[in-house]
């Protein structure tokens, strides 16, 4: 997965921008549901219907509800906001007070003067307030943090792998490839995998390995361990190289790049040729736990509004 695009979001007003409209919107003391805020809130931000679609860095949730859902969750935390029954907010007599004298914003800093929220934010299992964990005055909310925190491991890991497949030696390579390949499930077994890819005499690797485990189709494989760009006249070699080794389809790998004109050439032809450059590589590699362990894992849950529902 790339990396988070800040950019890509910066018509979608953070969450703690949104704590301030939410709660005026509650002015009226009546219930709304959290569909009605995020209506009422594009509406007065100007959001567009792609803007309200955007996702997350997960590629799950729409942004705009993650961010009210979460301005919604703090206001409540801070009993500015209660929720009489499922699904549904309204104004609590604390929250009339804040509106009547509005601030010119509300934001976590804010609502760390309310004991209720100090209390949910402190970590569970301790009662000194020294022991709480700092407030981080990001303007993402805590899931998006943990994504792009994600994210940034995932990268930074990405590039110490490459070069150390880089630094390898030309077997390694050779061994490395093969592993990559059984682990996406192509080649059958490692043995049958390691007898059909070979070393190509230019620091890289040759062959033909099957598509399945029945091997009813095959794929053509060059893995090239350069450090300068792959240009159009290798991958056109390769395209070339395909009918002579009775594949119809093509993988070339590379530990460098591919230049913009190898990358027009590919969607020009018949063949079809995958190219991977070394960033790509090393993400399959990660992604397949080839060169790499797991260390932690963490699971992050949501309340399941279905069970509570009452027949």
Known sequence: ??????????????????????????????EHSVREAMDALAARFGLTD???????????????YNRVSWAKTYVQKAGLLESPRRGTFRITPSGMQVISTPPPRINIAYLEQFP???EFRRPRGTSNRATEVSVTTSNETPEVSLEIAYQRVREDLFAELLQMVKAGSAQFFEQLVVD???????GGTRQDAGKAVGGSGDGGIDGVINEDLLGLDTVYIQAKRWDNPVGRPEVQRFAGALQGNRSRKGVLL?????????WEYISTIDSKIVLIDGPTLAQLMVDHNVGVSAVA???IKKINSDYFTES
């Not at 018509?11 to 709660?23: E, H, K």
């Not at 792609?50 to 860095?57: K, S």
């Not at 990559?180 to 192509?186: D, E, I, N, T």
């Open 116 to 118: 209720e929220f100090v």
């Open 1 to 30: 997965m790339v990396g988070y695009d800040r950019g890509k979001f910066m018509t979608i007003p953070d969450y703690q921008s949104l704590m301030l409209p939410l709660l005026e919107l509650a002015g009226d003391q009546l």
């Open 297 to 299: 894992s963490y699971e």
């Open 50 to 64: 792609a803007d309200r679609r955007e996702l997350l860095p997960s590629g799950r949730t729409p942004a705009f």
């Open 254 to 262: 590379t530990t460098s790049s591919f230049s913009k004109s190898a």
């Open 180 to 186: 990559l390949l059984v682990g996406m499930g192509y």
